[in-house]
């Protein structure tokens, strides 16, 4: 039965943010990956996420969002990937800067690649 199963989060260490940081996300990725393993055997998807949420001490909502994500990262949603929200953040953040050294010199950037 779902309250049984074997499941076994590591705790986040309190050494440094880039630790915690990787350890986050491994937990997340675990906990993704459990859920999409054991989501048939609950009544609902919502069911397995709140069954599966509580073991390492995140919320449910929380992991409802982690699986929709790798769900569209994976294909199976539709939406831009991570990766390409990567892209698109910093495609924004290149264009603002432009903007501003524009702004503030009255020249225009333009890069050479």
């Given at each position: 039965?779902?309250?049984?199963?074997?499941?076994?989060?590591?705790?986040?260490?309190?050494?440094s943010?880039?630790?915690?940081?990787?350890?986050?996300?491994?937990?997340?990725?675990?906990?993704?990956?459990?859920?999409?393993?054991?989501?048939?055997?609950?009544?609902?998807?919502?069911?397995?996420?709140?069954?599966?949420?509580?073991?390492?001490?995140?919320?449910p909502?929380?992991?409802?969002?982690?699986?929709?994500?790798?769900?569209?990262?994976?294909?199976?949603?539709?939406?831009?990937?991570?990766?390409?929200?990567?892209?698109?953040?910093?495609?924004?953040?290149?264009?603002?800067?432009?903007?501003?050294?524009?702004?503030?010199?009255?020249?225009?950037?333009?890069?050479?690649?």
């Amino acid at each position: 039965m779902p309250d049984q199963l074997p499941l076994v989060f590591p705790l986040l260490p309190h050494s440094s943010a880039v630790s915690r940081w990787i350890r986050a996300k491994e937990v997340r990725e675990r906990a993704v990956r459990v859920v999409f393993e054991h989501e048939r055997e609950h009544p609902s998807s919502w069911a397995a996420i709140t069954s599966i949420a509580t073991r390492p001490g995140i919320t449910p909502e929380t992991l409802r969002k982690w699986i929709r994500r790798a769900g569209t990262d994976q294909g199976l949603r539709p939406g831009l990937t991570s990766t390409e929200r990567e892209r698109l953040k910093a495609s924004e953040h290149s264009t603002e800067a432009a903007a501003v050294h524009l702004k503030f010199t009255g020249r225009l950037i333009v890069r050479q690649d």
